[in-house]
Nanobody, 125 residues
Framework: QVQLEESGGGSVQAGGSLRLSCTAS??????????MGWFRQAPGKKREGVAS????????YYAGSVKGRFTISQDKDKNTVYLQMDSLKPEDTAMYYC????????????????WGEGTQVTVSS
């Protein structure tokens, strides 16, 4: 099993910034994730993939709605992935979930099998 712990959510005004963090922990035999990413789900809407990173090569992928505003990065020594969110808009308001994938699929498919509990991001106009 892989455990994911998010932090960094909160409330901000439109145009502001937030940085989310996600730290992964697992037993040595279970730690085989090759993709990590962030999803979000707003009330009444489907969960959507926001950004993902191929942890072994550093390649990144973004949803069109956040491209140019959000940046995903990783600190491999800390087993931590970050989501820097700039120029936030009210429509970015959602619960944000960290996720990881160990199934071997492509990171840009956003088809992950481990999930964190989520952290709330609220952007006011």
């Amino acid at each position: 099993q892989v455990q994911l712990e998010e932090s960094g959510g909160g409330s901000v005004q439109a145009g502001g910034s937030l940085r989310l963090s996600c730290t992964a922990s697992a037993s040595e035999h279970d730690y085989n994730t090759h993709c990590m990413g962030w999803f979000r789900q707003a009330p009444g809407k489907k969960r959507e993939g926001v950004a993902s990173i191929y942890t072994r090569g550093g390649f990144t992928y973004y949803a069109g709605s956040v491209k140019g505003r959000f940046t995903i990065s990783q600190d491999k020594d800390k087993n931590t992935v970050y989501l820097q969110m700039d120029s936030l808009k009210p429509e970015d308001t959602a619960m944000y979930y960290c996720a990881a994938d160990s199934t071997g699929g492509y990171c840009y498919n956003f088809d992950f099998n481990y999930w964190g509990e989520g952290t709330q991001v609220t952007v006011s106009s």
